[in-house]
């Protein structure tokens, strides 16, 4: 049982239009499968069930012609923020994903409401890349590429103003490893704490991300993370279809989620980029959820052990 019981609010996001290839927005059908919502229960959690988000494209054009699905973007960008912003007045939401644009919403939804609070919003991002394209500088059109440049106050006209930008000191990108030239240039630009993985390697992952806890806590801020599946390393999570080498090893991920859970910070989480098309009988799905355990209380000795190639 865990010692601070808190109210997890599931919300489904089957958003598949931030990039193309097809099968994120099977996402949260397998979260479910894989047993979230048991896992929190039996932690103790109060767990909420939301369902799935339904969205409507807006209509919307963009003079970057590589940008592709922007309607269906902007629908679900909308219908996450409104989502999010009264579920964070209830609890802690969890974004089931989805690809990564689905954070174009949900950052949205919880930075107003801790606006509403008068609290600052901090932002984890657990990721391999930087996610600081904006829709002039994207060479892909991908939207889920954009969603840091959006909470960060980047100029990105086609969606609707960020209710309450995250000032780039608060954001911390944690584990990335794939950065394009134009991101580069716009992350110096800024300063955001930056933990690529050589940064990780040199220091371990407990120097860093305390640092940054140790902010959010002196601001008495609140902590929003946005766990991409491509964080880990493939060898370990193979169902994302933005695979990138070199990655967090299961330990790491599990002492990050554990340092965030010592915290007691976090207010809103994101999980993104799961593809269970890509998956092994569920690997991926699994390990994400031990992973959400650990953030909620788990500790090593309660982690059941499981045999993936005798799992009937």
Not at 30 to 46: D, K, M, W
Not at 212 to 237: E, K, N, Q, T
């Amino acid at each position: 049982m865990t010692a601070t019981p808190r109210n997890c609010l599931l919300i489904g996001a089957p958003v598949d239009s931030g990039q193309r290839r097809p099968g994120c927005l099977m996402g949260p059908a397998a979260y479910r499968t894989a047993g979230l919502a048991q896992a929190l229960e039996s932690l103790g959690h109060r767990v909420t069930d939301l369902g799935d988000v339904a969205a409507t494209a807006v209509p919307a054009t963009c003079p970057n012609p590589a940008v592709h699905h922007l309607p269906e973007t902007l629908g679900w960008t909308a219908a996450l923020a409104e989502t999010g912003a009264e579920a964070a007045r209830r609890g802690l939401p969890i974004f089931l994903g989805g690809d990564h644009s689905l954070s174009l919403g949900s950052v949205a939804g919880v930075a107003a409401a801790a606006r509403a609070q008068g609290r600052p919003l901090f932002v984890l991002w657990l990721d391999a890349h930087s996610d600081f394209h904006t829709t002039a500088s994207t060479q892909t059109g991908n939207l889920h590429g954009t969603p840091v440049a959006y909470l960060a106050g980047r100029s990105m006209p086609e969606f609707p103003p960020f209710p309450a930008v995250v000032p780039p000191e608060n954001i911390c990108l944690f584990g990335i490893r794939s950065v394009d030239a134009a991101e580069h240039a716009a992350l110096l630009e800024n300063e955001i704490a930056i933990n690529d993985m050589r940064v990780l390697d040199e220091h371990g992952v407990v120097k860093p991300l305390k640092a940054f806890l140790d902010r959010v806590h002196a601001a008495d801020g609140l902590l929003h993370v946005s766990l991409d599946v491509d964080f880990l390393d493939p060898m370990i999570a193979p169902a994302v279809g933005t695979t990138v080498p070199g990655g967090a090893t299961f330990r790491e991920a599990h002492l990050v989620m554990e340092l965030l859970h010592d915290s007691g910070l976090v207010s809103s989480l994101d999980l993104v980029e799961l593809n269970p098309f890509l998956d092994e009988r569920g690997r991926t799905a699994h390990l994400m959820v031990d992973l959400v355990a650990s953030l909620m209380g788990r500790k090593v000795f309660d982690r059941p052990t499981r045999s993936y190639r005798g799992q009937a």
